[in-house]
């Protein structure tokens, strides 16, 4: 990274002795003036080390954890060894001593990663900025990415080049959505959700980090997409006139029945005189009251004759299921039965295994 101000880590060598502030740092093979000013002590650092910020006299390509030496006095025989920890401190910050920051840059790669990303917070960081900041290598980097995945310490948005987002951002960006979806209902209770370009635009997070979050909170019954792009609380209702509760009660009716495996959208809009926004809002009205599920590609089924389904799989006494036995199971085409095995997936009633299904 290319720069002018560092903070290292050096040990105590004896007695405490007096650094000129003008020194000679030493690395690879060149000589750079800097001033040195000693950071006041942290009780992370053990007895014999101390923090030292570092002023260089132009600027230079100095990377974290990198090993340099300090010449105090031109003539010095033993230079002082230091150790770079962040060499992209903040020019002046009253906090930065206090924070966790520079104690994690202290400790492994892991704990250096976990500390740019949590600087970066709900934006992520990339590949290039990890780079810069440590020269590590892209293989060592997606190593040590996989890793932290793997513990539950991150997720990675995408491998080349590496897009990674701390698993610790992700669950502060998912709190702070619903604290905004509440108070946006209690402001607005006629309203069926906020667009998700808007939560964008209020959270200025990338469409990727969004749409992770939105269906981490979907999956978990946090959230429900009233239509398409308008997320809301679940447990919000959404005021209907006699007209609509009597539809609702016939929509209702009918996907108990199967019939939406017979007619489609653009047919129910026309039988029941509705707008295709009016019917979405009813049948997300049922969404939300548990009352249907709704599949990735919009299959909806009754929320009784699934768990129907469920029971009759799990006492089926097999431990997989072929698409062919799913289909006599549940009297459904191939169209169908395809995305509601998908949908029990998501639920972990079920996992694919090549062309069966594992009962779970």
């Given at each position: 990274?290319?720069?002018r101000q560092?903070v290292?880590?050096?040990?105590?060598?004896?007695?405490?002795?007096?650094?000129?502030?003008?020194?000679t740092?030493i690395?690879?093979?060149?000589?750079?003036?800097?001033?040195?000013?000693?950071?006041?002590?942290?009780?992370?650092l053990?007895?014999?080390?101390?923090l030292?910020?570092?002023q260089?006299?132009?600027?230079?390509?100095?990377?974290?954890?990198?090993?340099?030496?300090?010449?105090?006095?031109?003539?010095?025989?033993?230079?002082?060894?230091?150790t770079?920890?962040?060499?992209?401190?903040?020019?002046?910050?009253k906090?930065?001593?206090?924070?966790?920051?520079?104690?994690?840059?202290?400790?492994?790669?892991r704990?250096?990663l976990?500390?740019?990303?949590?600087?970066k917070g709900?934006?992520?960081?990339?590949?290039?900025e990890i780079v810069?900041f440590?020269?590590?290598?892209?293989?060592?980097?997606l190593?040590l990415?996989?890793?932290?995945?793997?513990?539950g310490?991150?997720?990675i948005?995408g491998?080349?080049?590496?897009f990674?987002?701390?698993q610790?951002?992700?669950?502060f960006?998912?709190?702070?959505?619903?604290a905004?979806?509440?108070?946006?209902?209690?402001?607005?209770?006629?309203?069926?959700?906020?667009n998700?370009e808007?939560l964008?635009?209020?959270?200025?997070?990338p469409?990727?980090?969004?749409?992770?979050?939105?269906?981490?909170?979907?999956?978990?019954?946090?959230i429900?997409?009233?239509?398409?792009d308008?997320?809301?609380?679940?447990?919000?209702?959404?005021?209907?006139?006699?007209?609509?509760r009597?539809?609702?009660a016939?929509?209702?009716?009918?996907?108990?029945?199967?019939?939406?495996?017979?007619v489609?959208?653009?047919?129910?809009?026309?039988?029941?005189?509705?707008?295709?926004?009016?019917?979405?809002?009813?049948?997300?009205?049922?969404v939300?009251?548990?009352?249907?599920?709704?599949?990735?590609?919009?299959?909806?089924?009754h929320?009784?004759?699934?768990?129907?389904i469920i029971?009759?799989?799990?006492s089926?006494?097999?431990?997989?299921?072929?698409i062919?036995?799913f289909?006599?199971?549940?009297?459904l085409?191939?169209?169908?039965a395809?995305?509601?095995?998908?949908?029990?997936?998501?639920?972990?009633?079920?996992?694919?295994?090549?062309?069966?299904r594992?009962?779970?």
């Open positions: 990274m290319i720069t560092a290292a880590l050096v040990r105590k060598e004896g007695e405490e002795e007096v650094w000129p502030e003008n020194i740092l690395f690879d093979k060149k000589k750079i003036r800097a001033r040195a000013k000693f950071l006041p002590p942290v009780d992370w053990s007895p014999d080390e101390r030292i910020w570092l260089l006299n132009k600027p230079a390509d100095i990377f974290w954890k990198e090993k340099i030496k300090i010449l105090r006095r031109s003539d010095e025989a033993s230079p002082a060894l230091a770079i920890i962040d060499p992209s401190p903040p020019p002046d910050n906090k930065y001593l206090e924070a966790p920051y520079l104690r994690m840059l202290a400790g492994e790669a704990d250096m976990l500390a740019l990303l949590r600087l709900t934006k992520g960081l990339r590949e290039k810069d440590s020269g590590l290598s892209s293989e060592t980097l190593n990415a996989q890793e932290m995945e793997f513990r310490l991150v997720k948005l491998f080349r080049p590496l990674l987002i701390s610790e951002s992700l669950n960006l998912g709190d702070q959505i619903l905004f979806l509440k108070r946006f209902h209690e402001k607005h209770p006629e309203s069926l959700g906020v998700v808007k964008r635009k209020r959270f200025r997070v469409r990727l980090i969004l749409n992770l979050v939105l269906a981490s909170l979907k999956k978990n019954n946090q429900i997409f009233r239509e398409k308008l997320v809301s609380l679940p447990e919000v209702e959404i005021p209907l006139n006699p007209e609509e009597k539809i609702l016939e929509l209702e009716e009918m996907c108990y029945r199967g019939e939406f495996r017979r489609s959208l653009e047919e129910l809009k026309n039988r029941f005189r509705l707008s295709r926004r009016s019917l979405e809002k009813l049948l997300s009205h049922l939300a009251r548990k009352k249907i599920f709704q599949s990735a590609d919009g299959f909806y089924i929320s009784h004759w699934l768990e129907e029971a009759r799989l799990r089926s006494g097999k431990k997989e299921v072929t062919a036995e289909k006599a199971m549940t009297g085409s191939r169209k169908y395809i995305p509601l095995l998908e949908l029990l997936d998501k639920m972990g009633v079920t996992r694919r295994k090549g062309s069966l594992e009962i779970l």
